[in-house]
């Protein structure tokens, strides 16, 4: 009498199992690694219109109303106020440019984190970091000027330059505006 063994043996069904398995956890990490790097780019994209926003604001200030001069911000006692500038504009306007640091509390799993991170203003409005707890103001920034004596037909070109560095993310941002002034 002849056997028929047509079924699977239990090292072929361990073998498939693990073969499965292997192929799975390898799917599993390459969607993970894609996800990690759309996410990645989402976060770029956020943070080039947040630099595009500012930049075109301040840009359009300087182009529609002319600037006159630009000169760091100074307190009452005539001390220059840090990462601070005050722009004066040829029709007898004004606006300030500034960074201002904060400290923002966030509550995960019933722990208490905070952090400090900062947001840009500019003529009153906030513009807000789209990723506050990654992003570090670089402190060469923010104003460099010629001056009269380069003489430029007694006008000053003025260089607003704020450099943002995210973790994470290895590209810098930064927010610049070259213009004239003229007294």
Do not use: H, W
């Amino acid at each position: 009498m002849k056997l028929d063994n047509k079924g699977f043996t239990v090292i072929e069904l361990i073998l498939s199992f693990t073969l499965v398995m292997f192929l799975t956890l390898g799917m599993f990490a390459l969607v993970n690694n894609y996800r990690a790097r759309e996410e990645k780019e989402s976060v770029k994209k956020e943070l080039l219109a947040y630099q595009n926003t500012l930049t075109q604001d301040i840009y359009n200030d300087t182009l529609e109303r002319k600037v006159k001069s630009m000169n760091y911000c100074k307190d009452n006692n005539g001390q220059v106020i840090n990462q601070c500038i005050n722009i004066d504009f040829l029709d007898g306007t004004s606006k300030e440019l500034q960074i201002k640091n904060r400290e923002i509390e966030t509550e995960e799993d019933g722990t208490t984190f905070s952090y400090s991170t900062f947001n840009i203003i500019y003529g009153g409005v906030a513009y807000e970091n789209p990723e506050p707890k990654f992003a570090t103001i670089v402190n060469d920034y923010i104003l460099t000027m010629t001056t009269v004596d380069n003489n430029l037909e007694k006008g000053v070109i003025y260089k607003i330059k704020i450099r943002i560095k995210y973790q994470d993310i290895d590209d810098e941002f930064v927010v610049e505006v070259i213009t004239t002034g003229r007294e």
